[in-house]
T-cell receptor, first 112, second 117 residues
Framework: RKEVEQDPGPFNVPEGATVAFNCTYSNSASQSFFWYRQDCRKEPKLLMSVYSSGNEDGRFTAQLNRASQYISLLIRDSKLSDSATYLC?????????????FGQGTELSVKP | GAVVSQHPSWVICKSGTSVKIECRSLDFQATTMFWYRQFPKQSLMLMATSNEGSKATYEQGVEKDKFLINHASLTLSTLTVTSAHPEDSSFYICSSSKRRSSYNEQFFGPGTRLTVL
């Protein structure tokens, strides 16, 4: 089993739709969780950190479920510019210098 | 956010040559830098953790004699791909954690696209 797993998609949605991504992790001792956005042939950009209480930033909401070991990302009112690959990342160890393990990414395509 | 640069942004080389990629943190001190590799349509795979002033820690399956990492200062880490072969062609990305960062947030460089002919 992979340490971090995502549905690779692609997700094809119309503008204005709400889309949700899930990401599961296998190490229950994981401490930090993130969602990154990666555009084609570019580096990942941090979208959101995921806190235990959940957090929201405009149209984006991230949640963490420690009992079931998954994190989620919800995008409301999707825009054409949201088209990208969304990567979840997990820091599996508390004192390992903060290395991140990435999921394989979920491709999102928002159509007019 | 913090700024991390990489050089070169792309490189084409002949099989058998060595290629050095630089990763710099421009506005903060980076005790730790990470090197990733990404093949097309795949995720980032951590290759190694680079620690300032000490040896790098390599992930399982990554040849340390092929991928040489040097982290001589708090702002610079280098990755040298030795005796490159076509299967080493990939997107190499570095990232840095800020010193004393409490939440393990990483800042990525723009990546280096390596093509080995």
């Amino acid at each position: 089993r992979k340490e971090v797993e995502q549905d690779p998609g692609p997700f094809n949605v119309p503008e204005g739709a709400t889309v949700a991504f899930n990401c599961t992790y296998s190490n229950s001792a994981s401490q930090s969780f993130f969602w990154y956005r990666q555009d084609c042939r570019k580096e990942p950009k941090l979208l959101m950190s995921v806190y235990s209480s959940g957090n929201e930033d405009g149209r984006f909401t991230a949640q963490l479920n420690r009992a079931s070991q998954y994190i989620s990302l919800l995008i409301r009112d999707s825009k054409l510019s949201d088209s990208a690959t969304y990567l979840c990342a997990v820091c599996p160890y508390y004192n390992q210098g903060g290395k991140l393990i990435f999921g394989q990414g979920t491709e999102l395509s928002v159509k007019p | 956010g913090a700024v991390v640069s990489q050089h070169p942004s792309w490189v084409i080389c002949k099989s058998g040559t060595s290629v050095k990629i630089e990763c710099r943190s421009l506005d903060f001190q980076a005790t730790t830098m990470f090197w990733y590799r990404q093949f097309p349509k795949q995720s980032l795979m951590l290759m190694a953790t680079s620690n300032e002033g000490s040896k790098a820690t390599y992930e399982q399956g990554v040849e340390k004699d092929k991928f040489l990492i040097n982290h001589a200062s708090l702002t610079l880490s280098t990755l040298t791909v030795t005796s490159a072969h076509p299967e080493d062609s990939s997107f190499y990305i570095c990232s840095s954690s800020k010193r004393r960062s409490s939440y393990n947030e990483q800042f990525f460089g723009p990546g280096t696209r390596l093509t080995v002919l």
